[in-house]
């Protein structure tokens, strides 16, 4: 036992020898040196500062683009015209006012035939400020892909290759040019919404402020808040995926002869109508503007709004009217007629509201739960909401049980009536005009009972 205890330490002492070495050697390890491929230097034809450019065209087999200098020495897309979006058109003025090769093919050519630069090869020719002109003739790929035949035509005896890349910019389809964005909005900035299904009103929106989205028809009705911030982030930007390559059918083949909906979208600045037909085999709908011929393809989810059905978009209540924005409210319920003015004060940079009932300052009076009862009986009027939407009967303003008439801040005012169907409901009026609902007689309830509430502490504290 005891030469055993002794060999203890001398074994762990070359254990931690072992293990030292086995580091040393893993740690200097000389590493590999990865040495980095040289690329090879681009070699420029043609090097121009956009402002020096008064017009460029590119001439291909069966279009032809044509660029102009506008008035603040930027190049522009005059033909064919159409709207291009920025980024296309910055990149394609990019490439071919900077011209490069990535090798040279040939410095001395015979023939041109071998590289596709005789027989109508594609052109582009650039008018610099001062009336110097400057042009280069393109060909085909070079058999292993890796460039573009191309020559300057005022030395066509130097034969260059062009990366592909550049060259697809330079010489992009018409249809690739197309802005995808059709509508770009702003919270601020949208105003307004329209669909229309098969040449008929589904709704119209119109947006006065963030919080303030109301239908004007076929129902006068505030757009529920929840769907709000969806909905403008759903029109902050509209895409299309792609425009239809190729000759364009006839539209009735895309459903566009007579579109299924149109779409028009409204901001401060301008107006987009939106036409859209039928689904292609990958779910993609058809559609164009209503002032252009192309025709692009878009994402059902970019413009879900058309196939929401219009009794989801608007708001239970038929009048949720925030009271800071009311100065006067006059109510007539069951022959009886109460004003309420709502007067608001700032005292020393704080905003404080005073409640007047028929003249009396109720704004201190309570329930039991410390509820102002002012507010309650607010609450209760503003919360009437609908049983079922009616756009069929076309009713005669009757009878009248409730009135209530709404002055606001701004200066407008508006009325809302609710007159006798039968002995269970109401048809509901905007102004005197059908709005379009049928309210439970149930609803007016809840106000009665403010009501009451409410004059009996005004009579308990002798207000009255």
Partial sequence: MRIFRNLIIPII????????????????????????????????????????????????????LEFKQNDIGLLQLVKPNFEISYDMLSSIVYEFSNITATKIVMDNAISLNQFGLENHPKILKIIMKDNTTKEFLFGKPALDRSGIYFIDANNKKTVYLMDPSKYAIIFSEPVALNNLTLFTSTQDSLSGIKLEKYGKLEFEIKISSKSDWRMSAPYKAA??????????KLFETVNAESYVDGKLKPLSEYGLATPKYTLTLINKTNKKVIEIGAKNPNGLYYGKMNDSKEVFLIKPENISLIEMPTTDLIMKFINLQDITNVKKLKLEIDGKTDTIDIQNTDINGSSDEKYLFDGVDVTGLRDESATPLLKNLYESIISVSWYELDLVSKPKLGKVDLTMSFELNDGTSYKIQLSKKNEVYYYAYIDGEYAGYVVNKDQLEPIRLARAALIKEAKRKLLF
């Fill in 13 to 64: 002492i070359l254990l931690i020898l072992g293990v030292f070495v086995f580091l040393l050697l893993t740690y200097s390890k000389p590493k590999e040196v990865v040495t980095p491929v040289e690329q090879p230097k681009a070699i420029y034809v043609l090097s121009a500062k956009e402002e020096n450019i008064k017009s460029a065209s590119i001439l291909s087999d069966n279009y032809d």
């Fill in 223 to 232: 757009i529920r808040n929840i769907l709000v911030d969806d909905l403008y």
